[in-house]
Nanobody
Framework: QVQLVESGGGLVQPGGSLRLSCAASGSTGGVGVMGWYRQDAGDQRDLIAYITATGSRNYADSVKGRFTITRDNAKKTVSLQMNSLKPDDTAVYYC?????????WGKGTLVTVSS
């Protein structure tokens, strides 16, 4: 059974930085595409960044230039470095893995950007 566990959320002031990490455990059967979504109260869950097995990255326009996604295939981890954080970045952030058409989700970690 595959599990994704996020860490690194918390409270940060506007303009600050946070680093989220996600570790996958269990047999995934492959490397797959890993990414991060976020969901604010009452809103849909939005994709903000993903990275393929070969390292190709894609970002939502709202975070481009501020967030950086990286992964370590050997350790089955994905990280999200978030800089220049804004109050609008406040949300629950979810780690996601898609491998062979199967989606796996973490339970989420809360990021609050506030002074």
């Amino acid at each position: 059974q595959v599990q994704l566990v996020e860490s690194g959320g918390g409270l940060v002031q506007p303009g600050g930085s946070l680093r989220l990490s996600c570790a996958a455990s269990g047999s995934t059967g492959g490397v797959g595409v890993m990414g991060w979504y976020r969901q604010d109260a009452g809103d849909q869950r939005d994709l903000i960044a993903y990275i393929t097995a070969t390292g190709s990255r894609n970002y939502a326009d709202s975070v481009k230039g501020r967030f950086t996604i990286t992964r370590d295939n050997a350790k089955k981890t994905v990280s999200l470095q978030m800089n220049s954080l804004k109050p609008d970045d406040t949300a629950v952030y979810y780690c996601h893995l898609r491998v062979y058409g199967v989606d796996y989700w973490g339970k989420g970690t809360l990021v609050t950007v506030s002074s």
